[in-house]
C-alpha cells in the first residue's frame, strides 16, 4: 500500500502570507496526486489534480508542484478564505490520503 | 449543476447493517467513476471503496472488505453501499465522491453532503 505523509499536521499564518504544505509518498506515484481544501462542518473540495493543475474556479494563488514522491501545495497570498484543512491524496494505487494540515490563523 | 445526495446513516448497534444510498443529478451518471470515502469524527479521510461507470471493476480498503458492499444502478442515477456486521470504528461521516471517466485526472471532483454513520450500543 502507497502510504502519504504530509507536514506540517498544523500550521499557523497571517492573512497575505506565502504557505506551503508538503506532501511525501511512500513511493513513486508519479504525477497522480490531488489536493483537497476541507472546511469544518463541510465537504472536501478538489483544489488540484495531476500534481499542477488548477480545478476549475480555484483561484489561481493556490498552486501545486512535484512528480514522483514529493509535491508541495502553495498559497501565495493567504486569504480570510483559506483557513481551512488541506489533504494530499495520491491515485496512482488505489487512494490514499494524507493526515492533512489545519492552517489556522497566527 | 452537479448534485450528490446521500442517505441513509443513522445510528446502528454494533454487528448491525445499514444501506447508504448517494442520489445523482446534473451529470451523465455512468461516465462516471464513484466512491465512498469516510471521516470519523475529528479524524482525516480514508478511502472505502470505488466502483467503475460500468460496475466492472469493484474495489475496497481492507478495512471494510468483506463486510460491505458498493454498488449503483445507471438508470436510477443512484450508488448504494451496504454495510454489514458494523463496528464501533465505522462511526463516520460517509461522502460519495466522483471522478469523469473522461482521462482527465480530475480524481473525486465532486462530492456530496455527507451522512453519519454511528455505530454504538
Known amino acids: 500500500d502507497i502510504q502519504m505523509t504530509q507536514f506540517p499536521s498544523t500550521l499557523s499564518a497571517s492573512v497575505g502570507d506565502r504557505v506551503t504544505i508538503t506532501c511525501r509518498a511512500s513511493?513513486?506515484?508519479?504525477?497522480?496526486l490531488a489536493w483537497f481544501q476541507q472546511k469544518p462542518g463541510k465537504a472536501p473540495n478538489l483544489l488540484i489534480y495531476?500534481?499542477?493543475n488548477l480545478e476549475s474556479g480555484v483561484p489561481s494563488r493556490f498552486s501545486g508542484s512535484g512528480s514522483g514522491t514529493e509535491f508541495t501545495l502553495t498559497i501565495s497570498s493567504l486569504q480570510p478564505d483559506d483557513f481551512a484543512t488541506y489533504y494530499c491524496q495520491q491515485y496512482s494505487s488505489y487512494w490514499t490520503f494524507g493526515q492533512g494540515t489545519k492552517v489556522e490563523i497566527k | 449543476e452537479v448534485q450528490l445526495v446521500e442517505s441513509g446513516g443513522g445510528l446502528v448497534q454494533p454487528g448491525g447493517s445499514l444501506r447508504l444510498s448517494c442520489a445523482a443529478s446534473g451529470f451523465t451518471f455512468s461516465r462516471y467513476s464513484m466512491n465512498w470515502v469516510r471521516q470519523a469524527p475529528g479524524k482525516g479521510l480514508e478511502w472505502v471503496s470505488y466502483i467503475i461507470g460500468s460496475s466492472t471493476s469493484i474495489y475496497y480498503a481492507d478495512s471494510v472488505k468483506g463486510r460491505f458492499t458498493i454498488s449503483r444502478d445507471n438508470a436510477k442515477k443512484s450508488l448504494y453501499l451496504q454495510m454489514n456486521s458494523l463496528r464501533d470504528e465505522d462511526t463516520a461521516v460517509y461522502y460519495c465522491?466522483?471522478?469523469?471517466?473522461?482521462?482527465?485526472?480530475?480524481?473525486?471532483?465532486?462530492w456530496g453532503q455527507g451522512t453519519l454513520v454511528t455505530v454504538s450500543s
Open positions: 465522491a466522483i471522478t469523469p471517466e473522461d482521462n482527465s485526472g480530475r480524481c473525486f471532483a465532486y
Open positions: 495531476k500534481a499542477s
Open positions: 513511493q513513486s506515484i508519479s504525477s497522480w
